[in-house]
Each structure stands twice: as C-alpha cells, then as structure tokens.
C-alpha cells in the first residue's frame, strides 16, 4: 500500500485502538486460563465417579457415565465457546456452573460424616457399613471447589470486555426478575423431595429435613442462583449475561436428571415434583440465555416510542417489590392462625414460634403498601433488603416442628400453616431478589450515593460515632444470635451455638444479613443507611421476642442472648439518630 493510499488514521485514534485491544487481550488471556482450570477440575471430577467415593456401597445403577458428562459439559461448553471467539459467553458458563458447584460441595461433604442419610442413589445404595473413600472424595470435593475458583477467574477477567451491544439494555431489568424468578424455582425444586423410595436402605429424605450439610448446600443453592441470575443479567460485559444464565442451568442439569434417571431405572423409585421444578427452572433460564434480544424485547417490553421505554421505571420495581411484600404478609399471618401438625387423634400441633407470624407478617404487609405509595417507596426499598430475611428467620424455626414431626413413630399430617409459612418464605426470597434489583437501577438512574462517612464527615465526630457504634453494634448482635435468648425444659431454642438444624441456617443468615448492614451503613447514603439500619432493628426485634412467644406457653429462664439483643437495638436506635442527624445524603 502505497502512502497516498494509505487511509488517514488520527493519533487519538490509534492510542485509543490501542488501549481497547490490550484490555481485551489481558481478558482472553484470564479467560483461557480458567477455561483450564475447569478441565483440570472435569478429570478430578470423573475420576472421582469412576473409583468411586465411598467403600462398603456401590451406586444403585450405572451412573457413572452421566456423572462424567456433566462433570466435563462446562468445561467442553466453555472451551467451544472459546475457540468461537465468545470470551465472554465462556466467561459466564463457567461462573454460573461454579455458583452450582460451589453449592453441590457443600452437600456433597457430607459423605466425609455420614454418607447412609444422604438421597444419592447415583454414588451409593446405602449399606450397613458406609465409609468415605478419601481418594474419590477428595477428587469430588477439588473438582466442584476448582471449577467454583474458575469461575470467578473468568468472572473477574472478563471484566475488561468490551460492553455488550446484543441490545439487551432494553430488556436488562424485566430480565433481571424473570431469570431470578426462575432461578429460585430450581432452588426450590433442589429443596424438595427427589424422589420416593420403597427401599428400606435408600432413603428418600428432602433437603430440608436432610442431614446437616445436605441441607446447608441447598438453602446456598436456593439463595445464591437467584441472586447470580439477577446480578449476572445486570453485567454489561459482552456475552457474560447470557453465558451465566447458561451456566446457571448447566449446573442444575443434574440436579434434575439424576432422580428422574434413578426413578426410570430403579423399580423401587419412584419420580416427585422437586426434579420437575428444577427441570423446568434450567431450562427457562436456558432458554433465556439463547433467545435473541428482538424476541425478549417483545416478550418483556412494551415499546410505546418514548426513550427509555424498554426499561420499567423505578416505581414499577418498587410496585412488584410491595406486591410481593404483601403476599409475604398474607403467607405468614395465614401460618399464624392455621395447625401446623395434625396428630393420628386430630390433635393439632404447632410451633411457640409461629406467634412471631403475627408482628412479622403485619409489618411486611404495611411497608407492602408503603411501596405503592410514591411519596415514601425510595425509603422503603432498602428496608426490603434486609426485611426478608426476618421471614426465614422466624419461617425456619416453624418449618422445623413439622420435619422433626416426620421422625417420630406416630402417623402425623402436615397442617396448612407449613404450606403458608414455606410460601411467605418463597415470596421474600423474591422480594429479596425484586429489591436487589431495584437498588442496581437506582445507582444506574442516579448514581453512586455519598457515604455517611465521606470526606465532610468522616474525619469529624460524627464519621468516628458512625463507625465505632457499627462496630459496637456488631459485636452485640453476634452475641444475639450465637446465644439462646430463653432457655426451657420444654422447647429447644434456635442459636448459632446450638444443634445444626433447618432453624440454625435461619439464625445464621439473619445475622450475616444484619452484620452486612452494619458494614455497608458507613458507605451508604444517609436516607439508605437509616432505612438499613430500621431494617435491622426488626430483625433483632424478631429475635428478642422469642423470648416472648415461647414464655406464653412454657415456663422459661432468659438467655444472654435476650440481653445482647436488647443492646443491640438500643445501640442500632441510637447509630440510626446519629446517622439521621449527621450523615449527609444527597440522593433522591
């Protein structure tokens, strides 16, 4: 090419060339080097179904080819995704199959205690005498753990993708509920029973009243992929949305497959609604992650000519988020006032703590409305963040009572109040989820909100009072959910140091949602902070009347429990006026 017919290119033009391929290059480099790591973490994996990961049991049939093809699908998926230069797509497979992964190691530890109460008939028939293969366990346990880590390799290297321009910006918020409305529906088929057996030696136990780990990495499960579908249809990063959403449902694939496989194969199984849901829930995500952005936009939005009509306004999320609030009321004081056990003679049983139904279901109905409300849905929408978990917190404690229930030798039916109580728990996960959402596209309309403890503030009184009474605060509210707040001969109270069950993984996320308040307080902004730290105060509230509601009908002693969380809402009351009065907002 000769200079005169060499096309004019500016300096700027060449620097800025220059500076969006490097970037692009550095990501591809990370992302190669995950897609490795999961092909390492895919031959850990089948070797481990291969040799096997416990002594004394074989699996119930021959399993051991579809455990190797799903352990080698996000690998391979990733890999071809790779070599047809969609890096960030790769990317995303391997993110979401290592949020499902991450989940299934968790569950999958419980070999290493006991591995006769597990509902794997893919990797044992239970026999008298069930111990861990080490070598295979281990192989598992590495292979779930390394592919989590490659996903959030690729996850953090595709960060530097060019943004994506499928033209999904229209449908990113409708989406963003959908895909965690579906996600929590694979969550919830996890959680339910995977099949019926006849078999004396095989059980046939739901996560929820499974054995301890079983039953943590599927409450992780039910959390953690709604919140990856939002938050991954939120990332602008070229093809990394739709590849998380894929992942997302390879990761479940199994979770389905295997019982229905088991169900076909074994006479004395039989198939249940819980593979069904999870089934239904990868696949609409799948189907998510493939459709092109012409036929979502028609599906999702309503293009009326005006700018920014694909995007539904603030007040349509905060309407959906009261919506579900309100249901989530409706459920919990439903479970207040209906049996919860019906014994063989009629009696009916419930729970002390079904009580706290009543103050919890009422205040979720009452800021329900306030969201529908435009003058005050802003201040409401943090609340709902932390607001939900009081739901699992008092509805872990009830759903309790019926699975301990089950155990017993005497015929039981569950009543209606386990069904309301699991349903208020549904509609605060998607309100959770709903209010997540919501916030991301405050901070996209409006922008990053100052902090209480900003450069005005935080180097006065009022930065040092804001900090120092989170930390105070933290302190006491670890105290309130590690120590019983009442003790009884007759009732078993629900700590962090008490026995592993369904109400400890309550008590556990209530406190780490409340301790996550009190970290984010100090880098919020004012009208934020104090909707958080408002939110909290219910919380431990709920958690102070226990005391309460079990001391209406058992005579009781109070724990030290009771006294931290009494503190606690002082010092929380108290770093909310302080922040109220102090912190400065200029948000909304």
Do not use: N
């Not at 989530?328 to 079904?354: F, K, R």
């Amino acid at each position: 090419m000769t200079p005169r017919s060499r096309p004019a290119t500016s300096p700027g033009a060449s620097d800025a060339t220059r500076h969006d391929v490097l970037p692009a290059a550095g990501a591809r480099t990370g992302i190669v080097t995950a897609v490795g790591l999961a092909g390492v973490a895919a031959v850990a994996q089948s070797v481990a179904v291969v040799i096997g990961v416990v002594t004394g049991a074989e699996p119930a049939f021959l399993s051991w080819p579809l455990l190797v093809l799903f352990a080698v699908l996000p690998a391979g998926l990733a890999l071809g995704l790779l070599l047809r230069a969609t890096p960030g797509i790769a990317a995303g497979v391997l993110a979401g199959a290592g949020v499902v992964a991450a989940c299934g190691a968790v569950a999958d530890a419980q070999v290493a205690i006991d591995a006769s109460r597990m509902a794997r008939p893919e990797l044992l028939l239970p026999q008298v005498e069930v111990s861990p293969a080490w070598l295979g366990l281990g192989l598992l346990l590495a292979g779930k753990l390394l592919l989590a880590v490659s996903g959030v390799i690729a996850l953090r290297s595709a960060r530097s993708l060019p943004d994506d321009t499928s033209g999904r910006d229209r449908v990113r918020q409708p989406l963003a509920l959908l895909a965690a409305a579906f996600g929590l529906l694979l969550g919830i088929g996890a959680l339910l029973g995977p099949y019926t057996s006849t078999d004396p030696l095989l059980l046939d136990s739901a996560a929820l009243d499974g054995p301890p780990l079983v039953l943590a990495g599927a409450v992780l499960l039910v959390i953690a992929v709604p919140v990856a579908a939002a938050l991954g249809v939120a990332s602008r990063a070229g093809g990394v949305a739709s590849g998380i959403l894929g992942g997302l449902a390879l990761g479940g694939l199994p979770l389905a497959v295997l019982p229905l496989v088991a169900a076909w194969r074994l006479e004395f199984v039989h198939p249940t609604a819980g593979p069904v849901f999870v089934l239904v829930g990868a696949g609409c995500l799948a189907a998510l992650a493939t459709l092109p952005s012409r036929w979502l936009a028609v599906l999702l939005v309503r293009d009326d000519g005006s700018d920014g009509a694909g995007l539904p306004r603030q007040r349509v999320l905060y309407g959906i988020a009261g919506a579900l609030a309100v249901l989530a009321g409706a459920s919990a004081i439903a479970g207040a006032m209906t049996p919860l056990v019906i014994g063989p003679d009629g009696q009916q049983v419930d729970s002390p703590v079904q009580f706290l139904l009543y103050p919890l279901g009422l205040g979720l109905g009452l800021l329900g409305v306030a969201a529908f409300l435009p003058a005050v849905a802003a201040w409401v929408r943090p609340v709902f963040s932390v607001a939900w978990v009081g739901v699992l917190l008092v509805g872990a404690q009830v759903l309790s009572v019926p699975i301990a229930a089950d155990e017993l030798p005497i015929d039981t039916t569950h009543g209606p109040a386990g069904w309301w109580t699991f349903g208020a728990v549904v509609f605060a996960l998607l309100l959770a989820v709903c209010s997540l959402v919501a916030g991301v596209v405050e901070r996209e309309e409006t922008g990053r909100p100052s902090a209480v403890s900003d450069a005005e503030v935080s180097g006065g009184i009022g930065g040092k009072l804001v900090g120092a009474g989170a930390a105070l605060a933290g302190v006491l509210v670890l105290g309130a959910f590690l120590l019983p707040v009442v003790h009884s001969v007759d009732y078993v109270p629900a700590a962090l140091s008490e026995r592993i069950d369904l109400a400890f993984w309550g008590v556990l996320l209530a406190s780490l949602a409340v301790l996550g308040v009190l970290v984010l307080v100090p880098r919020s902004g004012r009208v934020s902070a104090v909707a958080l730290l408002i939110a909290a105060i219910g919380v431990v509230g709920l958690r102070l009347l226990e005391s309460y509601a079990v001391g209406r009908r058992y005579d009781v002693s109070i724990g030290l429990g009771m006294w931290f969380a009494i503190g606690a809402i002082v010092v929380l009351a108290a770093l909310a006026v302080t922040v109220a009065i102090r912190g400065r907002s200029t948000e909304r």
